[in-house]
């Protein structure tokens, strides 16, 4: 089992734990490796506004099959547009890479927040502590195929205390995640999920091989 975690200038991969899971670290040099994973994490940071991810990462983005999660900026990446005008005027679009049906706008929070998963994914029907650290959080979804992912209880938006109040925080497409949690995989009952679900995989995997090895059986025909 292999995950990969982006650091590359804008991401800051040492904000979290990611459940402390074994991560082997994606940067320039070695972006060929991502296929070869079976997560990539995608962390966040600054990478919408640095426009650091190069042609080829995203290339390869784009085409790797196992299971991505972004989290805060890793999310907006995967996202269809990102607007980043928070004091401005009029939007200031930025693309993302499509992979999630969604578009972000600004919306500042700054958190400590309890969220919950309410479909049943890799990660399983969940509860869960984190933070929120972003400026473009508003999340809106575009088509039907892309699902809710988390909802987080927040207290605080746009540097004021609001009270109690439940927002969209994440969202998934097969297996494309995104959410604004931080600490998501932090949280024991979802790390080890995601675990489980990679062992049965494993295991299907196995199984197929150990089959397909077989000696076939030899058939005598008479003449």
């Known amino acids: 089992m292999d995950i990969g975690l982006i650091d590359i200038k ?21 972006i060929a490796e991502i296929k070869d994973l079976n997560i990539l994490i995608i962390p966040g940071g600054s990478l919408v506004e640095s426009g650091s991810l190069s042609e080829q990462l995203k290339k390869n983005i ?72 972003h400026t473009y959080g508003n999340i809106q979804i575009t088509d039907k195929k892309t699902k809710p992912l988390t909802y987080s209880c927040i207290k605080k938006l746009d540097y004021k205390i609001i009270g109690s109040k439940e927002i969209l925080s994440g969202v998934y497409y097969k297996n494309i995640f995104g959410t604004m949690v931080h600490g998501f995989l932090d949280n024991k009952t979802i790390r080890d999920n995601l675990l489980n679900y990679l062992k049965i995989l494993l295991n299907v995997l196995v199984h197929h091989i150990y089959r397909y090895n077989q000696p076939k059986p030899q058939y005598l025909f008479s003449s």
Not at 12 to 21: I, K, S, V, Y
Request: hydrophobic share 35%; charged share 20%.
């Open 10 to 30: 804008g991401s800051l991969p040492c904000f979290e734990n990611f459940g402390n899971l074994p991560t082997k670290i994606i940067d320039e040099d070695n």
């Open 62 to 133: 784009m085409e790797f099959d196992g299971i991505i999660l972004g989290i805060c900026s890793g999310f907006q990446i995967l996202s269809e547009k990102i607007d980043i005008g928070r004091k401005s005027p009029v939007p200031i679009i930025k693309e993302g890479l499509g992979l999630l049906n969604v578009e972000l706008s600004p919306l500042i929070c700054t958190d400590m927040v309890d969220f919950n998963i309410n479909e049943n994914s890799v990660f399983g029907k969940n509860t869960g502590k984190g933070f929120h650290c």
